[in-house]
């Protein structure tokens, strides 16, 4: 039974992983989190405590994911393993990034080998591993798309442009998912692997104690600061829980292996935003729409996702509309 199956969450405190835990706790799992500190998590357990029971719960400390063995205790006696962690540092170098990135993939993979418990691995990937927004380009990507051409960029000599932060960010995630499946092939361990690659995650905050990554975009509109938001291009959009259910599949359903989950529900720039948000608070003033935006023109195929999410007693993917209301909502706006 899930009830007594512990899924280890990575980066519990971040907005997605927190999601991820969430989901798998409404599945019936437990979970232990991991955090660089314990305490970030006070509000997020304590919600969780709430919602689920005091129990359901545990949250390590691992300081550094990307140092060898950095996992070892918190992997043991796990089923599953959703790695959610990333290193978001946004650092320009990416000496400073792409390694580290790779190391942490390696790290908990290697940690989980040696725990016969663990039975499903889920690696939280992006939609970047695949290309980065192309506005106006006509394109279409699946499961054996890569992102290559930001994993070449990324290395160019300086001086690096405004943007370039997302260049190596892009080629970190998709040189550590290459590396998931590069040791699949090599080790094959005795667990599954699926990997989730969600686009811009929007909904509603676990507490509104803790705020950060994509949940704060729209906050940042509903306060008139629509041009923070410009170097986000146009792409598609998932609801943060959507995303978090895809985790739980990946990890729940046996004929679901060796898959490329995409979490990409339909294109939006920040005009398509502003015309929802305003639907659905007519009395506040958002500011004017912002010209020459673009439109993210890619295709993919989401059919199994979609069906995946039918299984989990869905109806499908949660639309713009409902994914702003809740996150509107849980930050009492």
């Known amino acids: 039974m899930a009830s007594d199956q512990v899924v280890l969450v990575t980066g519990i405190s971040g907005f997605l992983g927190s999601h991820v835990a969430d989901q798998f706790l409404e599945a019936g799992y437990r979970v232990r989190g991991t955090a660089r500190e314990v305490s970030k998590v006070d509000a997020i357990k304590k919600t969780f405590d709430s919602k689920y029971g005091v129990g359901k719960v545990e949250v390590v400390a691992v300081p550094d994911i990307t ?35 790779v190391n942490a993939t390696t790290s908990i993979l290697n ?12 690696y939280t990937s992006s939609s970047v591993a695949v290309s980065m927004p192309k506005p106006n380009v006509p394109c279409s990507f699946d499961s054996s798309s890569w992102n290559e051409e930001d994993v070449k960029a990324a290395w160019a000599p300086e001086p690096w442009g405004d943007s370039h932060h997302w260049t190596v960010y892009a080629a970190s995630k998709t040189e550590a998912e290459k590396t998931l499946w590069k040791f699949r092939d090599e080790k094959k361990p005795g667990f599954s692997i699926n990997s989730v690659l969600p686009a811009t995650n929007f909904g509603p905050v676990i507490t509104p104690d803790i705020v950060s990554s994509t949940a704060k975009c729209v906050p940042t509109i509903y306060s008139g600061n629509v041009k923070a938001l410009l170097g986000v291009l146009p792409q598609y959009y998932i609801d943060v829980r959507d995303t978090g259910r895809l985790h739980v599949a990946a990890a729940k359903y046996p004929d679901v292996e060796n898959q490329r989950l995409f979490g990409w529900v339909e294109p939006y720039n920040w005009n ?62």
């Open 272 to 333: 398509k935003v502003l015309a929802v948000l305003r639907e659905i608070r007519p009395r506040h003033q958002f500011p004017e729409d912002v010209p020459g935006l673009g439109e993210d023109m890619s295709k993919v195929s989401t059919v199994k996702e979609e069906e995946l999410l039918h299984r989990m007693g869905r109806s499908g993917w949660t639309k713009l509309p409902e994914i702003l209301e809740d996150g509107l909502k849980s930050m009492s706006m």
């Open 111 to 122: 940690s989980c080998l040696a725990v016969p418990s663990i039975k499903r691995f889920v």
């Open 67 to 101: 140092v060898e063995g950095a996992f070892d205790e918190a992997v043991k006696g796990v089923y599953a393993v959703a790695h959610v962690a990333s290193i978001l540092s946004f650092d320009k170098d990416p000496a400073k990034v792409i390694p580290a990135t």
